[in-house]
């Protein structure tokens, strides 16, 4: 079994995934490293370089290849992964999606420190991030809703959401 996790930049993503994958003695896959690895360079410098339409598609071969030659491990993609092509219905067809729902003030509050490792918001003015979080938040969520599962993550220790990540599957 693949469990995918999904979610905005800053849910948890990378840190839950760790923790389930250790939990549950599977393999570990970041589709983010996976790109590094294959580009050789940051997600900041792919998306400065060559773009964002070069970075989903490259994405989208990856999120494919993984979705279709592995069997057994916890997938960790980026916030943006759903919501290209039809992403989601893959995601959601080949592997157990689990959403790791987390507010926008909390968010805002985890990005503000992140910034310019997020080439996303990296140049948004401080004041401005929790509206850009909100907003972008809510056009995706049309994609993270059709995840098969839905774990909220506000004021839950790592360990908390993967006790219940482990009940839900």
């Known amino acids: 079994m693949i469990i995918s996790l999904i979610g905005y930049m800053g849910s948890g993503k990378s840190h839950i995934s760790k923790v389930l994958s250790q939990k549950l003695n599977l393999k570990l896959i970041d589709l983010d490293k996976e790109i590094i690895l294959k580009n050789n360079m940051s997600i900041a410098n792919i998306f400065e370089k ?37 992403n989601m219905e893959l995601i ?53 809703g059709q995840a098969k599962h839905t774990v909220s993550t506000d004021a839950k220790t790592p360990e908390d959401i993967v006790a219940e990540i482990v009940a839900i599957i």
């Open 50 to 86: 060559r773009g964002e339409i070069y970075f989903r598609k490259e994405e989208r071969a990856l999120l494919e290849e993984i979705l279709n030659t592995e069997k057994d491990c916890v997938l960790s993609l980026g916030g943006g992964t759903p919501s290209y092509y039809n």
């Open 92 to 144: 959601t067809e080949k592997s157990e999606s689990i959403y790791l729902r987390t507010s926008a003030g909390t968010l805002s509050e985890r990005l503000l420190k992140q910034k310019q490792k997020r080439p996303l918001i990296a140049k948004i003015p401080d004041e401005d991030l929790p509206e850009f979080i909100a907003k972008h938040l809510f056009e995706r969520q049309v994609y993270y």
